[in-house]
């Protein structure tokens, strides 16, 4: 039975076009082709790029934060209060009214003073500066690397200049040394961003962020496997040729420097509406998804691939939405750039400038270990 299903699963009809197979992706006269197995080389790479990553940022990232004048800001730290914490951590980090109203009555506290601790405990959760500096040195340091090693991979190669190449002789085309280290290389740090989300800053897409990821490691697997390799390195060009432009821009925005910022974010832009939104989609996805309807008959995975390329560019039209909104932002004020998709500190009172102490309401009706409840006529007017 196992045999029939893998049989069934590898058929040739599903993964090539009517008059190809398998047997076209054999090693012969000297010519290499790729191999599912080879793919198990970018697990190593990636727990490789995260011991890298650790020791970039702490021996390259956090000198060139302290060089560039990144501080944290002195955080008001929520006082203890074993009662909020534990509706904090448990049940939500934004109480609704009626939630505040209980707690209110539990801690014996003004609903001001229930806020103020969410809020400054919110506060205590967000990522430093510091931090948040140290994750874009990195992603700077590869995509930078990443794009110009791309464009020595395939600057020499006929399909850069002409994209309907790309299918030429499919799917019997060589694999190159230089294309299975760019694959390779860049399959281990998408690979290792996944290994890694747990720890990196949350974002606002935190969740687009995943499925961008997952798609693009199902798409340069998937390409590995039967042979569209030459897509799939346009495509790793196209991405990388405008995100180290992305998180330099953020690394002067930790910084506040504020004109730096702006005019590199205004470059990012520039390129990012130029590769994502008209190279991608008019000249790759439509070499990927029009060109092979004249020289082939479809075939199942060839749905599969371009679906994958259509998430992809959705994606993108996803965040040129953000984009645009950030750059009318700091256009006409000429204010700094804010990522839309950090959540951005909450402001304190005046009221918050002094640092209170919760307590709990002892049995006696008398406070402990915190400040004082306001009496109940005060309390009804808040």
């Known amino acids: 039975m196992m045999s029939t299903l893998s049989e069934l699963v590898w058929a040739d009809w599903i993964w090539f076009p009517e008059g190809y197979g398998w047997a076209d992706l054999k090693d012969n006269d000297g010519k290499v082709y790729p191999k599912w197995q080879d793919l198990w080389a970018c697990i190593p790479i990636a727990f490789c790029f995260m011991i890298i990553r650790k020791v970039f940022e702490r021996t390259v990232a956090i000198p060139l934060a302290s060089l560039l004048g990144v501080k ?3 955080q008001i730290s929520a006082p203890s209060n074993p009662i909020l914490e534990s509706y904090y951590c448990s049940t939500s980090k934004q109480p609704t009214q009626s939630s505040i109203e209980s707690l209110c009555k539990q801690t014996d506290c003004s609903v001001r003073q229930v806020q103020r601790w969410f809020r400054q405990r919110r506060n205590q959760d967000r990522p430093s500066k510091v931090k948040k500096f140290q994750e874009a040195s990195w992603r700077f340091t590869f995509y930078l690397f990443a794009f110009f090693a791309g464009l020595a991979v395939l600057v020499d190669k006929p399909w850069f200049q002409d994209v309907q190449l790309i299918w030429e ?14 694959y390779m290389i860049e399959l ?3 690979l290792s961003l996944v ?11 935190f969740k687009e962020q995943l499925v961008h990821h997952a798609a693009t490691i199902l798409l340069l697997s998937f390409s590995w496997l039967v042979n569209y390799i ?48 008209i190279i991608l989609p008019f000249w790759i996805i439509h070499s990927t998804l029009v060109l092979p309807l004249g020289r082939y008959s479809t075939f199942p995975t060839f749905y599969f691939f371009n679906g994958l390329m259509l998430v992809l560019q959705a994606l993108h039209i996803f965040w040129a939405i953000l984009i645009l909104r950030m750059v009318i932002k700091f256009l006409p004020g000429n204010d700094i750039v804010e990522d839309e998709r950090s959540d951005k500190e909450e402001m304190e009172s005046e009221d918050d400038s002094v640092k209170p102490k919760l307590r709990e309401k002892p049995k006696n009706g008398h406070t402990q270990n915190g400040f004082s409840p306001l009496n109940n006529n005060h309390r009804r007017r808040q």
């Open 169 to 182: 002789d499919f799917p019997r085309m060589p694999l190159l040394p230089s294309q299975y280290w760019y």
């Open 195 to 205: 290994f890694s989300v747990a720890s990196d800053v949350k974002r606002k897409d």
């Open 72 to 74: 944290d800001k002195q």
């Open 188 to 190: 281990g740090f998408y």
């Open 230 to 277: 030459r897509a799939g390195t346009l495509v790793l060009l196209v991405h990388d040729a405008s995100d180290y432009l992305l998180e330099s821009a953020k690394m002067f925005s930790y910084a506040d420097w504020k004109k730096t910022c702006n005019l590199i974010f205004t470059l990012f832009a520039a390129f990012f509406f130029v590769t994502r939104l």
